[in-house]
């Protein structure tokens, strides 16, 4: 899991609520990702950030919303408005001009 | 929308055998990648091979990549049980700073004793 880590690693909220997932990285890693991954599938980008205050929608960005206020740090907010919030929430960081990613534990999120 | 498609999407191994994964992808790509995930858990990071590149080892690891299949194959040799786990093929597309993947949906692999 390197220098990345996802809290918490359980979250369970009611529909209709806004729920804020926390990243955070020591790398020192320029660049950071929030993928969604649901049982069985591959992962899927939401949003990607490669400096500090600049972030780019991924592929399915609708419903969710992202900061990068500080280097070390890429919060995901899952807002009331995604349709089907339950799912495996990956954050993940890359050093720049390398390649490879760095992946957190993940949070399990269930709405109900 | 997820560019890989792996094959098989499940394979079931003893101990000792190797295991074969296969990656198609549809666009052209920087590099590819193969990651491991065991169950409930982060990805890892396995191998990273260019476009520029057709094989690459690593330890009991050997990927290939034709870009005129577009395809990819990694290879575990000698499988351990410890190898249970799914394998991710993912291709990159690299923008400013950061590396965009687009992953596949994965292979399980289970090695038995």
């Known amino acids: 899991d390197g220098g990345i880590t996802q809290s918490p690693k359980y979250l369970f909220r009611k529909e209709g609520q806004n729920v804020t997932l926390s990243c955070e990285q020591n790398l020192n890693h320029d660049a950071m990702y929030w993928y969604r991954q649901d049982p069985g599938q591959g992962l899927r980008l939401i949003y990607y950030s490669q400096i500090v205050n600049d972030f780019q929608k991924g592929d399915i960005a609708e419903g969710y919303s992202v900061s990068r206020e500080k280097k070390e740090s890429f919060p995901l907010t899952v807002t009331s408005a995604q349709k089907n919030p339950t799912a495996f929430y990956l954050c993940a960081s890359s050093n720049q001009g390398a390649r490879e990613q760095y992946f957190g534990p993940g949070t399990r999120l269930t709405v109900t | 929308s997820q560019q890989g498609e792996e094959d098989p999407q499940a394979l079931s191994i003893q101990e000792g055998e190797n295991a074969t994964m296969n990656c198609s992808y549809k666009t052209s790509i920087n590099n590819l990648q193969w990651y491991r995930q065991n169950s409930g858990r982060g990805l890892v990071h396995l191998i990273l091979?260019?476009?520029?590149?057709r094989e690459k080892h690593s330890g009991r690891l050997r990927v290939t990549l034709d870009t005129s299949k577009k395809s990819s194959s990694l290879l575990i040799t000698a499988s351990r049980a410890a190898d249970t786990a799914s394998y991710f093929c993912a291709t990159a597309a690299v923008t400013g700073t950061a590396s965009k993947l687009t992953f596949g949906t994965g292979t399980r692999l289970q090695v038995t004793l």
């Open positions: 091979i260019r476009s520029n590149e």
